[in-house]
């Protein structure tokens, strides 16, 4: 079955500093990976998606994510953090597009100013 | 964009009385989706999978008289929680398949429910 670890709980970093949010799948195929943000009290907005192709990932608001199938990552990753970047983070991988996924524990960003 | 709605937002209800939550994807058909429930501060758990026509598929340790789901038709699922305890109190997120849009999943923006 597939699952997903999340290792850091929470991060701190000040505004304008870079970001990695790590993230670390278990699954015996290639799985589709997502990354997802969530402000308190709110749904899920996805940043962006993997499925097949370039292993380097572009998504909205700045962020990119890379695919390391031989580290089963997908790491997170900002050049430039604002502080209204400051959210929870999911990673999430699926067995097949569209079936249910799963997801980490979530890591919490603070942006210091 | 495929959208996904969720109504209400926001509901406090009293122990033992029923709450329904309703899900609908505003411009595409979805034949399956899910609800998944999230604690403060904790992940998504995924609860159960409704898909139309048919009987819902929940995950292990989930209650399905509990938590019952009806996928009635291609933009609408629901679940309600009967006899609802404080224990159930959460943030309940659906999401709907879009098989036209490669099985991509769309997320609602949640209903957090308050049980008194």
């Known amino acids: 079955a597939q699952s997903v670890t999340q290792p850091d709980i929470h991060i701190t970093v000040s505004e304008g500093a870079s970001l990695e949010l790590r993230c670390n799948y278990s699954?015996?195929?290639?799985?589709?990976l997502f990354w997802y943000v969530q402000s308190p009290g709110q749904g899920l907005q996805l940043l962006l998606k993997y499925f097949s192709g370039d292993t380097l990932v572009q998504g909205i608001k700045g962020f990119e994510a890379e695919f390391k199938r031989s580290q089963s990552s997908f790491n997170l990753r900002k050049p430039s953090v604002h502080w209204s970047d400051a959210a929870e983070y999911f990673c999430a991988v699926g067995a097949q597009l569209g079936n249910d996924m799963r997801f980490g524990a979530g890591t919490r960003l603070t942006v210091k100013p | 964009g495929a959208v996904v709605s969720q109504h209400p937002s926001r509901v406090i209800c009293k122990s033992g009385t029923s709450v329904k939550i309703e899900c609908r994807s505003l411009?595409?058909?979805?034949?399956?989706m899910f609800w998944y429930r999230q604690f403060p501060k904790q992940s998504l758990m995924l609860m159960a999978t409704s898909n139309e026509g048919s009987k819902a598929t929940y995950e292990q340790g989930v209650e399905k008289d509990k938590f019952l789901i009806n996928h009635a038709s291609l933009t609408l699922s629901t679940l309600t929680v009967t006899s609802a305890h404080p224990e159930d109190s959460s943030f309940y997120i659906c999401?709907?398949?879009?098989?036209?849009?490669?099985?991509?999943?769309?997320f609602g923006p949640g209903t957090r429910l308050t049980v008194l």
């Open positions: 999401s709907a398949r879009d098989q036209g849009l490669h099985n991509e999943q769309f």
């Open positions: 699954y015996g195929a290639t799985p589709y």
């Open positions: 411009d595409f058909q979805a034949t399956t």
